[in-house]
Each structure stands twice: as C-alpha cells, then as structure tokens.
Nanobody, 121 residues
C-alpha cells in the first residue's frame, strides 16, 4: 500500500509565499514522475508542475517563474515552492505520483488527499 500525504497549505496574502510538501510512504520500490495538480471550486483538476525521477521539470505557463517543483528521492518527498502568489492560485493542491510498489513489476498512479491554498487580495 502506498500513501501520499500533503502538507503546507494555508491562507496567505497576495504576493506571499508558501511551500507544499508531499511525503510518499508504504511499500515503494521506485517512484517515477511526481506532479502537483490543483483544483479550484467548480473547475477541473489541472496539472501545475511535474518532475521526473532525474529532475526534469515542467510547468504550466501560469506559474512559470513563480513556482518551483523539487523532490528529495532519499526521502520520497515532493515539494512545491510557491512565490508571488495570486488570488487565482487559490485551489486545493494535490500530489500525484507514478509509483512501482514493492513486489509489483507494474507502475501505478496515486493521489494525495489534497491541501488547501487560499490567496487573499
């Protein structure tokens, strides 16, 4: 069983910063790509940033230059440093990972429970 647990969300004023964390735990053999998604009320869940196991990153245009995704493979932890936050960044942020569980040759996709980020104007 694999679990993803996010933390670090909260309320911040526009222009402020937050850092989200996502800790993966359980029977993990290897983690491939890890991503952050977000979902605002009434809208679909969309990818914000992704990072491969070797550190290659990708960002949606709206967060480029403001958000930084990183990971610590020794701790199976994913991060999202968010700077210059805007009210339109308000959403529930979800961790998503492609994981090969121990004892399984297949990769599976897992989601965290989400953490709320609210940016006030």
């Amino acid at each position: 069983q694999v679990q993803l647990v996010e933390s670090g969300g909260g309320l911040v004023q526009a222009g402020g910063s937050l850092t989200l964390s996502c800790a993966a735990s359980g029977s993990i053999f290897r983690i491939d790509t890890m991503d952050w998604y977000r979902q605002a009320p009434g809208k679909q869940r969309n990818m914000v940033a992704s990072i491969t196991s070797d550190g290659t990153t990708n960002y949606v245009d709206s967060v480029k230059g403001r958000f930084t995704i990183s990971r610590d493979n020794t701790k199976n932890t994913l991060y999202l440093q968010m700077n210059s936050l805007k009210p339109e960044d308000t959403a529930a942020y979800y961790c998503h990972a492609k994981v090969r569980p121990s004892g399984d040759y297949r990769y599976k996709y897992y989601w965290g429970q989400g953490t709320q980020v609210t940016v006030s104007s």
